[in-house]
Nanobody, 122 residues
Framework: QVQLVESGGGLVQAGESLRLSCAVSGRTFSGYAMGWFRQAPGKEREFVAG????????YYAGSLKDRFTISRDSAKNTVYLQMNSLKPEDTAVYYC???????????????WGLGTQVTVSS
């Protein structure tokens, strides 16, 4: 059984930073795409960042590229999302996902975590 468990969310003030973690069990993610999405109340899930299994590696939502960074630690089978200069509009539940290929559309992804809440005040 493939499981993804997000952690690291919480309440922060605008301008601060936060690093989310996604621990993967059931398989090693080497050779798989990993991604981060977020969903605010009343809105659809939106793409945040992706990490390819090969090639150049990473891609981002255009509005977030300057502030967010996705990375992997293969030894720990964990993917991270570093979020800097957080803004109130970043408030959402953040989800990690795993897929053979992935992409910017949520429906392309096979496995999902349950999410972690990020709340940015001020």
């Amino acid at each position: 059984q493939v499981q993804l468990v997000e952690s690291g969310g919480g309440l922060v003030q605008a301008g601060e930073s936060l690093r989310l973690s996604c621990a993967v069990s059931g398989r090693t993610f080497s050779g798989y795409a990993m991604g981060w999405f977020r969903q605010a109340p009343g809105k659809e899930r939106e793409f945040v960042a992706g990490s390819r299994s090969s090639g150049a590696g990473t891609y981002y939502a255009g509005s977030l590229k300057d502030r967010f960074t996705i990375s992997r630690d293969s030894a720990k089978n964990t993917v991270y999302l570093q979020m800097n200069s957080l803004k109130p509009e970043d408030t959402a539940v953040y989800y990690c996902a795993l897929d053979q290929t992935g992409g910017r559309l949520p429906e392309r992804w096979r496995y999902w975590g349950l999410g972690t809440q990020v709340t940015v005040s001020s």
